[in-house]
């Protein structure tokens, strides 16, 4: 069974380029079974869910997904309260988030957009100053657009348990683990850059590699951080898939960025 992954599709910001088509172009020269997506869709459920019907009836093949922190974005105010937003994706039979779905009897793909907890900044800056989300005239959007009425390190704590209490009842089979959030320190933006020695703190939390390698987890799959990467550490193969935005592609080839982005389990 051959199984793909890709993130960060960022249909609104890309729209200008056929990336769906682009994606069900590799898909038939891949071979794919199924498809993951680990989040950012686009910025808002009002674009995500009619792309991801889409897909999935061009794909021709079973599209898990998760949302990411861009598809929970709540632009107009419509809702004031991100839970909403993650019930509508949730409920889906394709959204990943809160359940297991069987590959085969070998194989379980488990999934959840995954939060940060500021595990990934640095000690230069205290919690409160992390839960502002603003840094030299820098805002980070989730502040404005998403709005769990809970603190961030609550809503992760709330992701890890259902992320456990799946990966728990899985016991014996392979494992493919998706999120958007990052889960290892590897997949930081190097602080160097300006800034990120702050932003990192948005990027996911450590507790999530931590509990992939408690329970030998055999993928982690995310996105997020806008490159592609892959680390196997402690027995867990981490992966991450971005297309990204079309202004981040060094190719400027949308054929060849998704081919470089999409990353091909075979189980």
């Given at each position: 069974?051959?199984?793909?992954?890709?993130?960060?599709?960022?249909?609104?910001?890309?729209?200008?380029?056929?990336?769906?088509?682009?994606?069900?172009?590799?898909?038939?020269?891949?071979?794919?079974?199924?498809?993951?997506?680990?989040?950012?869709?686009?910025?808002?459920?009002?674009?995500?869910?009619?792309?991801?019907?889409?897909?999935?009836?061009?794909?021709?093949?079973?599209?898990?997904?998760?949302?990411?922190?861009?598809?929970?974005?709540?632009?107009?105010?419509?809702?004031?309260?991100?839970?909403?937003?993650?019930?509508?994706?949730?409920?889906?039979?394709?959204?990943?988030?809160?359940?297991?779905?069987?590959?085969?009897?070998?194989?379980?793909?488990?999934?959840?957009?995954?939060?940060?907890?500021?595990?990934?900044?640095?000690?230069?800056?205290?919690?409160?100053?992390?839960?502002?989300?603003?840094?030299?005239?820098?805002?980070?959007?989730?502040?404005?657009?998403?709005?769990?009425?809970?603190?961030?390190?609550?809503?992760?704590?709330?992701?890890?348990?259902?992320?456990?209490?799946?990966?728990?009842?899985?016991?014996?089979?392979?494992?493919?683990?998706?999120?958007?959030?990052?889960?290892?320190?590897?997949?930081?933006?190097?602080?160097?850059?300006?800034?990120?020695?702050?932003?990192?703190?948005?990027?996911?939390?450590?507790?999530?590699?931590?509990?992939?390698?408690?329970?030998?987890?055999?993928?982690?799959?995310?996105?997020?951080?806008?490159?592609?990467?892959?680390?196997?550490?402690?027995?867990?193969?981490?992966?991450c898939v971005c297309l990204n935005y079309h202004t981040e592609w060094l190719s400027g080839d949308l054929d060849q960025e998704v081919g470089e982005a999409m990353q091909v389990i075979e189980i």
């Amino acid at each position: 069974m051959r199984i793909g992954a890709i993130s960060d599709i960022h249909l609104d910001v890309n729209e200008a380029y056929p990336v769906i088509h682009a994606i069900c172009n590799r898909i038939r020269t891949e071979k794919l079974d199924a498809l993951l997506i680990a989040g950012d869709i686009s910025n808002s459920y009002h674009t995500s869910i009619p792309s991801l019907n889409r897909l999935r009836e061009e794909a021709g093949i079973p599209v898990c997904f998760v949302p990411g922190n861009h598809d929970m974005w709540d632009k107009e105010g419509e809702f004031g309260d991100a839970r909403k937003i993650y019930e509508i994706y949730a409920s889906r039979s394709d959204c990943l988030c809160g359940k297991i779905i069987d590959l085969n009897e070998e194989c379980a793909v488990i999934g959840n957009i995954g939060w940060y907890d500021y595990s990934f900044g640095t000690a230069a800056y205290s919690e409160e100053e992390y839960r502002k989300k603003e840094h030299n005239e820098r805002v980070w959007q989730d502040s404005i657009m998403v709005n769990w009425h809970q603190s961030d390190k609550d809503f992760h704590k709330k992701i890890l348990q259902d992320l456990e209490e799946k990966i728990a009842a899985c016991k014996g089979k392979k494992i493919i683990v998706v999120t958007h959030m990052v889960g290892v320190p590897e997949f930081k933006v190097p602080e160097e850059r300006p800034d990120w020695d702050y932003f990192n703190a948005f990027l996911g939390s450590r507790e999530y590699g931590e509990l992939f390698e408690k329970y030998k987890v055999d993928y982690s799959i995310m996105g997020h951080v806008h490159y592609r990467k892959k680390l196997l550490k402690n027995g867990v193969d981490y992966r991450c898939v971005c297309l990204n935005y079309h202004t981040e592609w060094l190719s400027g080839d949308l054929d060849q960025e998704v081919g470089e982005a999409m990353q091909v389990i075979e189980i």
